[in-house]
């Protein structure tokens, strides 16, 4: 895997000089400053892990937003722009926004209101501690992995375009990330997310500016396009989706379906490495917004991920072909081709800022997770605070040394993002089957939840285990995670019905303000002066979101 990695860099080797690398060490610095600052605001394990409960929707919202632009996000989706076309925008305008909205006008009230810790907290109160173990141990895996990728992404871009060594790229980066975290906790990772958030914006826009200008504008780019293997269904989102003759390999159904709905919302609803920086929000309304905000600038992330992609498929002909550069290159050659130095040394900075940033998100979930809910909820109960903070501290380092470790598997996949939906389609999609349900039927029962969420589970890995096998015929990898999730979802939802109707469900009394249709009335009101104002309503400001994305579909169709 090294071996690929060196075999490709001397064709990205970027002439970094002394200006590119100032700017750089100044953000690791800024970095770390934030980190021994945030540090003194960390007095107990609420402080370390959920921020204290006390921060603003403009500062929660960007961190949401941020903390999903990682290694996946810049370098997958520019990937994706190079193998499969504009279609990839359905990974935002229909794999994103809607359920970021529904998170926040109908899921967030309960994650907040119930006070719970985790996602995997609120399991155990709407169901029992063994769905919350298995929930746990699932998703703090499927951090370290993510976590992973983030690391390979970031090592492959210092090792190409900086020439650094593999295995030394990767212990750096994680050694920065470590070293915040464990000073500052959850607040650390979020006030870096805000700024880190710009950082990647400065890195990107000059190189779709100046990728656009090489190409000949947006009439050049789609001209040139066509001339590709992808051709004209390469500038379309849904042409060819009835028969499944287009790029991504589709139909429409598996789109909507299997992204629009189950892997989009299994992620954004109940993935915790998110739904952690709502929790953080300083009341119920700030915490509904939180990834309503987010959706805003989401909707436009496509401008510097697939265009990007679109440039690079046109200008480097080789990428993704036997011989030449993965599609994971794609970002870094254009970087290489378009800046000049400084520019240069601002986007090699975004670029590791959001490998930070996403890798900050996944440990900081896992810290969390395996604090709360595997340690304190089963195995060590009834110990001090001070106890459960340093155990934190140290389920950080420990989350970091697993990363480096799963960062090898990372450099096996040409298309990361590839990976990830595959990941997505183990852990997420059964999840939002055992949420939703739970959530609108409150007769579903405690061990309901566990044995649906444990058969979707081995149903998902099943399902991938026979596409590789030749056993199961979904074409691309890509539609195999669409088509892996549908299948989780619902031998998940078959599951909890039958056993619903075998055992025992909660008295109504436990499930007050866990589920839909039965408030909790002794929580007091939290709102603040403004939250009423017409431009801080979540249901407002969600529809907006919503009419946006399905405007911008209209010019691809």
């Known amino acids: 895997m090294a071996h690929q990695l060196a075999l490709a860099a001397p064709d990205l080797r970027l002439d970094v000089n002394l200006l590119d690398y100032l700017i750089l060490s100044l953000y690791f610095l800024t970095v770390l400053g934030i980190g021994f600052v945030a540090r003194r605001t960390v007095k107990t394990s609420l402080d370390f892990f959920l921020s204290g409960r006390s921060l603003p929707a403009w500062i929660t919202g960007l961190a949401f937003l941020s903390a999903n632009l990682g290694a996946t996000e810049i370098l997958g989706m520019a990937a994706n722009g190079v193998q499969y076309g504009v279609a ?20 967030m009230p309960f994650y907040y209101r119930s006070k719970v810790h985790s996602v995997p907290d609120f399991l155990r109160r709407r169901f029992n501690g063994q769905t919350q173990l298995v929930n746990a141990v699932t998703f703090a895996v499927a951090q370290i992995l993510i976590a992973g990728i983030n690391l390979y992404a970031l090592a492959l871009v210092m090792g190409a375009l900086l020439g650094w060594p593999l295995m030394l790229s990767i212990v750096v980066s994680a050694a920065i990330v470590l070293v915040y975290l464990v000073l500052g906790g959850l607040s650390s990772a979020i006030y870096n997310e805000v700024m880190q958030f710009f950082v990647i914006l400065a890195g990107l826009i000059p190189v779709t500016v100046l990728g656009l200008i090489k190409v000949g504008g947006f009439s050049g780019l789609a001209d040139k396009v066509r001339q590709t293997a992808l051709g004209d269904g ?27 709905f189950v892997l989009s919302f299994g992620y954004w609803t109940t993935n915790f490495a998110e739904v952690q920086r709502g929790l953080s929000a300083r009341n119920t309304t700030a915490a509904r917004l939180t990834p309503i905000v987010a959706a805003y600038p989401k909707v436009f992330i496509p401008a510097v991920t697939v265009v990007p992609g679109l440039v690079a498929l046109v200008l480097f002909s080789d990428l993704g072909k036997p011989g030449g550069p993965q599609y994971n290159y794609a970002i870094p050659l254009l970087m290489g081709d378009l800046l000049p130095n400084g520019v240069l040394g601002v986007a090699v900075t975004g670029l590791l800022a959001s490998f930070m940033a996403g890798m900050a998100a996944n440990i900081s979930g896992f810290n969390t997770v395996f604090t709360y809910d595997i340690w304190r909820s089963h195995i060590r109960k009834d110990r001090s605070d001070g106890y459960y903070l340093r155990l934190g501290r140290w389920a950080t380092v420990a989350g970091v040394l697993l990363g480096i470790g799963t960062a090898l598997i990372a450099a096996g996949f040409s298309n990361i993002m590839n990976y990830l939906q595959t990941l997505f389609s183990f852990f997420n999609a059964p999840l939002l089957a055992t949420f939703l349900i739970g959530l609108f039927w409150r007769r579903m029962t405690p061990w309901a939840g566990f044995w649906g969420l444990l058969c979707g589970t081995l149903a998902a890995f099943a399902s991938y285990i026979l596409y ?27 599951v909890s019905v039958v056993v619903t109707l ?5 008295p109504e009394s436990e499930l007050r303000g866990l589920v839909y249709g039965l408030t909790d009335t002794t929580l007091a009101d939290d709102s603040i002066k403004g939250d009423q104002a017409w431009y801080r309503s979540p249901l407002l400001l969600g529809t907006g979101a919503l009419i946006l994305s399905a405007a911008l579909y209209l010019p691809f169709i």
């Open 88 to 107: 990839t925008v359905h990974y935002y305008w229909i794999g994103a926004v809607p359920a970021m909205v529904f998170l926040g006008v109908v899921m």
């Open 468 to 494: 590789k096998a030749g056993l199961l015929a979904f074409g691309t990898e890509l539609n195999a995670s669409f088509w892996g999730a549908g299948i989780a979802f619902v031998v998940d939802a078959a």
């Open 234 to 260: 390469g500038l379309h989102a849904w042409q060819g989706t009835a028969s499944g003759d287009n790029p991504l390999g589709a139909h429409w159904i598996g789109i909507v379906l299997g992204l629009g």
């Open 502 to 506: 075998l055992t025992t469900p909660k």
